[in-house]
Structure formats: C-alpha cells, structure tokens
C-alpha cells in the first residue's frame, strides 16, 4: 500500500496538526502492509518535517510541493494540484491531515481526512469574521466530499453529528492520536531556565486555549505563596489571534520575568520541557483531543486539565480536572496547587494510543476505503455507458 499524507499548512513551526501527520507515519511504518508513506509539505515546512523523518526507514519519503503561502494559494494546491501529484506517485489513499478543500471527482484512489475537532462552529472566535465563514464553507465541503473521516475522539465525532447531515457518519470512524512515550535525547531550551520550577502549557495562542486564564491563575499563586516563590510558566506553542492578548495579562500582573512564551521547539526540547516541568496544565473550554494531556501522561507528569470530554476521554483518573464554570480562576489555582503538592506519579500506560493500534486501524480503514472504491469505480462506468 502506497499512502500519500498531505500536509501543507501557514505555519513553518510545529503544531498539533504537523506532529499528528508525523506520529500517523510512524504509526504506518510498523506495517508489513505498507510500501510507502509520502509526506507531502510546503517549502517552508521542509525542515521539521526532515526533522521529523530522522527516525523513520526508508520507505518514509519527504516532498515539498511548490505553493504559494496564502490562503488561496494552500487552498488551491489542495483542490488543483494533489489529485496530480496523488497520480504521479501512485497513491494507494490519500490522507489529508486536516480539512482542505477536496475536488473529489478527479483523484484516482480513495481521499480521507482527519477530523480533529468542530473548532470553526464550536469557537469561531479563534478564526474571527469572516473568516470563520469560509472555514465553515471548506470543513462541511470536505466532509461531504471524502471517501472516509477519521474522528479523534468520540467527543469530535459528537460534534460532528450536532453540526453538520446525519449522512456523513455512515463514512466516519474514531481513530484516536497516535500518542508515544517521548524517547531519545533531550535538550534543554535556551530560553534562560536553569534549576528553577516550571508549569507547562502548550498550546496555540487561541481563544479555547484559555490562556489569559492560566497567566491569572499563576499570578495568584505566586501573589498568595501558594508555590515555590521561583515557580515559571512556560506556555509553548505558535502565535495566534490571542498572542496580545496573552502578552497584556503577562505585562498587567508583572510577570514578565516569569512567563515565557515560546515556539518552535524540537522534539528533543519538547521532552526535556516534559520530563523537567512540575505540572502540565490544559485549561481548554474546548478541545478535539487533548494531545498534550496524553504526553503528559506518558510523561509521568502531574496533569492539571478542564473538566471536558475529549479530556475525560483521556485522562479519566490520572488528572486534576477543574470545572470552569464559575470562579475558573480560583478552581485552576487551587487544583494547580494540590496537584503541586503530592509526588509526581509513574508514567500512564496508553497502549490504546500507540503506534502499533493506530496503525492497525489506518490499515483497516484504508483497506475498506480500496475496496469499497473498486466496488464503486465499475458501477459508475456502467451508470455512463447506460446513458450513452
């Protein structure tokens, strides 16, 4: 099986999206099945994807299609140029690692996507008008279109059934995040840390991130000594429409020289932030999946999060869950405070999340889409030469 996963997005740094295309090839490189996985990016994604590829064999292939950075220009590689280039390469299935814009009558194979999450009907707020519009138009428009929809969670699939026609669930399936234990070498940022404590975030500077929320909250905690006076928070992950926002909260409570604000980081620098930090915190109104809860776990790390599904989904009995309705400063504070002080527990086990599982449900689900496109081709040939 030849697999084509597309991934060009604005971004040149690591993001949930990119990692998640990293971790499914993995995931597909364990099987026999598998002849090659391409991973297609833009130019600019080049080097963490080459990064990314330092662990994989060689049947994992990097290529970087020419498009121009714009939203119209991403959109209309996807809708123009994929189906070729799907042709060229041979594609068994093309995977699309996010909702994209999807000429579906002119690729020769089966298209599936992955549905992370419902974020432009959900929270429009973090895509603001009207550019949630057309967010909206292109999310329903691939739904439609692919042959297959792989939900993150069921909490995602939920939302999927409340938003959009009851049709397309009969093509969905829920096929989690592949989530691995962090291995290999660590490296610490250069980002002025030295022995001191830290809580972590990550997350993209976006309204369901809550953000501003946790730069309060840390505040009290210091402003009541309820944590160890030296206490940092390290808030890891790409700028976005809350970035100002974020930077008004850290600059009102004088926390500048103790917060910082960082992206970019490798996998290496991504485990030492993991492996050194006294807590993970995920205060999320909204969340398709919950990655960084799951590594966390993994991690062995103290797991504070929101009390919402596709938290629960994960982290049901391992993590500190606030409920944010109410006094949510108050509640995240408290929790971070009791997480803080009991011992960091051993690292979960999440064999669900693996790479073994999920590349055994890839399998599955592209084998069904072949066979059902085999089925489907004939029928349409006949349908034409009918009407002919």
Not at 177 to 182: L, T
Not at 244 to 251: H, T
Not at 318 to 333: K, N, R
Request: hydrophobic share 45%; charged share 20%.
């Amino acid at each position: 099986m030849n697999v084509l996963i597309a991934v060009p997005s604005c971004s040149a740094e690591m993001s949930g999206v990119q990692r998640h295309a990293f971790n499914v090839a993995r995931s597909l490189l364990r099987r026999k099945e598998i002849q090659a996985v391409h991973l297609v990016v833009a130019p600019w994604q080049r080097g963490i994807a080459e990064d990314a590829a330092r662990d994989m064999d060689g049947r994992f292939m990097v290529r970087a299609a020419e498009m121009s950075n714009s939203s119209m220009g991403r959109n209309a590689w996807y809708y123009r140029r994929l189906p070729v280039l799907a042709g060229k390469l041979g594609a068994s299935v093309v995977h699309l690692a996010y909702p994209v814009p999807v000429n579906r009558h002119v690729f020769g194979c089966p298209v599936m996507v992955t549905l992370h999450d419902m974020y432009p009907y959900e929270i429009p707020e973090n895509f603001r008008f009207p550019k949630v519009l057309a967010n909206r138009m292109i999310l329903r428009q691939c739904l439609c279109a692919v042959d297959g929809i792989a939900c993150v969670s069921e909490t995602t699939r939920r939302r999927m059934r409340e938003y959009l026609p009851a049709r397309l669930d009969a093509k969905t399936v829920c096929i989690p995040n592949c989530v691995a234990p962090m291995s290999g070498p660590m490296r610490p940022m250069a980002a002025g840390f030295r022995n001191e404590p830290f809580l972590l975030c990550v997350a993209q500077h976006r309204r369901n991130k809550n953000i501003p929320l946790l730069v309060r909250s840390f505040a009290r905690l210091l402003r009541e000594r309820k944590v160890d006076a030296r206490m940092r928070l390290l808030v890891v992950g790409i700028s976005g429409p809350e970035t100002e926002w974020i930077r008004r909260e850290v600059s009102e409570h004088g926390l500048k020289e103790r917060v910082s604000l960082l992206s970019g980081l490798s996998e290496a620098e991504l485990h030492w932030c993991y492996a050194r930090c006294d807590a993970v915190v995920a205060p999320s109104s909204t969340e398709g999946f919950g990655l960084p809860v799951a590594e966390g776990m993994l991690a062995g790390c103290r797991v504070v999060c929101s009390e919402i599904g596709a938290h629960r989904e994960i982290g049901a009995g391992h993590c500190y869950f606030v409920d944010l309705h109410g006094d949510a400063e108050t509640a995240l504070a408290t929790a971070i405070a009791l997480a803080l002080d009991t011992a960091r527990p051993e690292p979960a086990s999440l064999p669900q999340l693996s790479a073994g599982a999920i590349g055994a449900q890839y399998i599955q689900l592209y084998q069904k889409l072949v066979e059902t496109r085999a089925v489907e081709i004939p029928r349409r040939f006949r349908a034409v030469e009918h009407e002919a």
